[in-house]
């Protein structure tokens, strides 16, 4: 089998072409795709498309200096494990991604995440969808700035004519609350702030 069909969600090979700067860009990228996915496992030194010993070409770049220059083009610096290996008598270099809690991006801003076999751009709403699903951030549950003396009249009436129509007998008895207790009912308030709306935010 060629490295191209061992290939996995979380494993990718890479054969060094000896230009250091291009090959750096590309450990770079296949970096972020992994901390902003899942994780994962980075093999330079391997051709994707020969089969047998002939596939490890090896590499010559130094595992520190590959390190370093990986943190200082990302955007929060990413950390990568770098270490040798050796196989069919080629040094290899294995990159290990861990997932990342930041949402991790190229000096240019662009933030690639791992989709399959394939490194993917994200929008700037993917990468915000991202970093609140990670920071595990409900922004329905934080209480706001605004009070309950805020929240519209109109609002309120129908909102109570709703619950008083309602089949299930617990709800229509929540039109029957004050306003404040309503509201903590429904799980809108904490009977002094107002929830944050889980689509505008605050």
Not at 52 to 72: Q, W
Request: proline content about 4%; aromatic content about 4%; hydrophobic content about 40%.
């Amino acid at each position: 089998m060629t490295a191209h069909e061992l290939e996995r969600e979380g494993v990718d090979f890479k054969e060094d072409d000896r230009a250091t700067a291009h090959m750096i860009k590309v450990l770079v990228d296949a970096s972020l795709c992994f901390a902003n996915a899942s994780g994962g496992t980075v093999v330079l030194g391997v051709a994707n498309s020969v089969r047998g010993a002939a596939a490890f070409t090896g590499t010559d770049l130094d595992p520190d200096y590959v390190k370093r220059r990986i943190y200082e083009l990302t955007v929060p610096g990413l950390l990568v494990e770098v270490e040798e290996a050796a196989t069919s008598g080629q040094r290899l270099l294995v990159l290990r991604v861990t997932e990342a809690v930041e949402i991790h991006a190229d000096t240019q801003g662009r933030a690639p995440r791992r989709i399959g076999l394939d490194c993917r751009p994200m929008t700037p709403a993917q990468q915000a969808q991202l970093r609140q699903d990670r920071q595990g951030i409900d922004w329905s549950a934080q209480v706001g700035t605004r009070t309950i003396a805020d929240v519209s009249a109109a609002a309120l009436e129908r909102a109570r004519d709703f619950l008083a129509g309602s089949a299930d007998p617990t709800r229509r008895g929540y039109a029957r609350l004050s306003t404040p207790d309503m509201l903590a009912a429904l799980g809108l308030s904490n009977r002094t702030g107002v929830y944050c709306e889980p689509v505008s935010g605050c």
